[in-house]
């Protein structure tokens, strides 16, 4: 019971240090995110065939719901495959939140997102240009009335309410706070079970399973990216951080973890083959580039 104990005073106070840093960038996301939400929109659905350039870097903007935002885009056919894919690749989720809360250097947070965003870019054009030439993209019309008939949203009176009611500084500070509880919760049970692990196996048993093996880390990492929750991108940035994850396990799951994306594609669009095909392909997607740089001994 003491072992148990000692380790949750100092998950708890290691926990502790993150809440105001934390706080205050969720609050600058969510100011963000009130004030240029509608903009952002605006430019994807008008980026044509450069949506995945444009996908790729407005998602890796930390402002939340971008990923859901380009699945219900695409599965109203506004935007492409390819954007929708770049969005995802690119999506930081909670991963810039928790690097500036541990006062990481901004350069490795930045080298971070933008080689996931050069990934979504590349990635997002080559699916973009094969389903072209493959006859493969679409029939070129919106299919906005379908999605909104589908799911009986009331589009419209969802835009007029979100627009009176989205602006105030309340909902920024409550979304804020509601965001820093959250992801506090996250960081402090994975710091807790982290914690047991380590005083019960021990650091370089653990090391032996993932970091010593990054072809297997690389699978699994890829593997939790892709639940849908902010979860997996903490446990994937605290791991790494903590000298746990390789460079190549981590860009594997954070490439996978784009927020909720996927599970909103697969709530709104109604194809469920496609959807499958998309989240298996992320999944690859994220596995090679993990591997990769594993095999290169790239550190970030």
Known sequence: MDFVLHVLEHSVLDTLKLVPLLFVTYLAMEAIEHTASARVRSVV??????????????GALPQCGFSA???????????????????VLSTSDEMVPVFLAHQEPFGRLAAIMGTKVAVGMAVGLVVDVALR????????HLHIHELCEREHCHC?????????????CWAIVRSALVHTVQVTLFILALTFVFGLVIESVGQDALAALLANHPVRAVFVAALVGLVPNCGASVAITELY???????????????????VGLLVLWRTNADVRQNALVTAFVYLV??????????SGILL
């Open 241 to 259: 951080l903590d000298g746990v994850l390789a460079t190549g396990p981590m860009l594997a799951g954070l490439l996978a973890s784009g927020g």
């Open 45 to 58: 659905e008008r980026s044509g065939k450069a949506g995945p350039v444009v996908g790729a870097v407005l």
């Open 286 to 295: 994220a596995v090679a580039v993990g591997l990769l740089v594993a095999a």
């Open 69 to 87: 935002m380009a699945a219900t885009l695409y599965a109203g056919r506004v935007v492409t495959l390819g954007t929708l894919v770049a969005v």
């Open 133 to 140: 030439a493959w006859h493969r993209a679409g029939d070129g």
């Open 156 to 168: 419209d009176d969802d835009h007029d309410h979100d627009h009176g009611h989205g602006d105030g």
